[in-house]
């Protein structure tokens, strides 16, 4: 017997994989009955719907919103090429003293090379490089300024 969960209607149910950061197809592919759920924090997380041994899975928290993902939907699991790349770029200027950013209004992020800005933080905050450090802007008018 299989481990894959089967959808009730389109059986297999494949769905094309894309980039979680960019979109973009990654050229690998899932089967399997999936389900998405968004939390109230506005992240998505894609999981099958039963474990192994068949059981549906109930990881719901209040404030979230299960769904099915839809027939010829793409999945968003891990990055492409170009994204993956992009990301050990920043880990790596990250750990000679930058600083990772993020916007909660446009769901961006970034980092800030070592230098003048990306040194402030780190003295304000009492992180000393080669430890991760990072900043939320809470509006695009505080990192596009």
Not at 40 to 50: D, L, P
Not at 116 to 133: L, N, T
Request: hydrophobic content about 25%; aromatic content about 4%; some cysteine.
């Amino acid at each position: 017997m299989s481990n894959i969960p089967i959808h009730p209607e389109r059986g297999l149910d494949p769905h094309i994989c894309a980039c979680r950061k960019c979109g973009k197809e990654t050229g690998a592919m899932t089967v399997g009955h999936m389900k998405v759920l968004v939390n109230n924090t506005g992240q998505i997380k894609t999981y099958f719907s039963t474990d192994q041994a068949g059981r549906a899975l109930d990881i719901q928290e209040p404030g979230d919103h299960i769904r099915e993902v839809g027939e010829h939907e793409p999945v968003y699991i891990g990055l492409c090429d170009e994204c993956e790349s992009e990301e050990k770029e920043h880990h790596s200027i990250v750990k000679e003293g930058g600083v990772f950013w993020k916007c909660e209004e446009c769901r961006r992020d970034g980092v800030i090379k070592k230098g003048g800005f990306a040194d402030r933080i780190r003295s304000h905050m009492g992180i000393e490089a080669p430890k991760p450090c990072g900043v939320e802007f809470e509006k695009c008018s505080e990192h596009n300024g």
